[in-house]
């Protein structure tokens, strides 16, 4: 009896040890973000990456996961279409990386057709976490001057 449990014991410590510390061969050196890659970089990062023109809105804070609109243009309505259809009320965290133009700035709206209370996001900036007022509320945007 004994000696069933030192080998069960011995294996147990063999895949606890074989968990903790990887194999070298298996380490592979994380890839570099590119101007496409939005996936779970956080905020911060994809607000650094090369301007493309288009805005961000994310469902999670700091930009996790994937945008649940990317969109070039204004957008009077995220419950009716454009290229955030399915994004109203849903916002927690956004990035703008328009062009450094005329019109680079994005300016979010609370209600549909760009009315109600609005907050503006310049080129370049971004926001890790929507304020109370505004999480989970906007339903338009529009590129504008801020």
């Known amino acids: 009896m004994r000696?069933?449990?030192?080998?069960m014991a011995t294996a147990a410590s063999a895949v606890i040890v074989a968990?903790?510390?990887?194999?070298?061969?298996?380490?592979?050196?994380?890839?570099?973000?590119?101007?496409?890659?939005v996936k779970d970089?956080?905020?911060?990062?994809e607000s650094k990456l090369?301007?493309?023109?288009?805005v961000y809105v994310y469902a999670t804070w700091n930009c996790k996961g994937r945008p649940i609109c990317v969109d070039v243009d204004n957008d009077r309505?995220?419950?009716?279409?454009?290229?955030?259809?399915?994004?109203?009320n849903r916002a927690s965290s956004v990035v703008n990386r328009g062009w450094a133009v005329k019109?680079?700035?994005?300016?979010?709206?609370?209600n549909p057709g760009y009315g109600g209370r609005s907050g503006c996001?310049?080129?370049?900036?971004?926001?890790?976490?929507?304020?109370q007022?505004?999480?989970?509320?906007?339903?338009?945007?529009?590129?504008?001057?801020?």
């Not at 000696?3 to 080998?7: N, R, W």
């Not at 968990?19 to 890659?37: F, M, Q």
């Not at 970089?41 to 990062?45: E, F, M, P, T, V």
């Not at 007022?133 to 590129?143: G, T, V």
């Open 19 to 37: 968990g903790l510390i990887p194999a070298a061969s298996a380490v592979a050196a994380a890839p570099t973000p590119t101007a496409g890659s």
């Open 50 to 54: 090369k301007r493309n023109g288009k």
């Open 77 to 88: 309505d995220y419950a009716k279409g454009g290229d955030c259809k399915g994004a109203d």
């Open 103 to 110: 019109h680079s700035d994005v300016r979010f709206y609370l």
């Open 121 to 131: 996001l310049r080129d370049g900036q971004y926001r890790e976490r929507l304020p």
């Open 41 to 45: 970089l956080g905020c911060r990062a």
């Open 133 to 146: 007022a505004s999480n989970n509320k906007i339903s338009s945007h529009k590129w504008t001057n801020c």
């Open 3 to 7: 000696k069933i449990y030192l080998k």
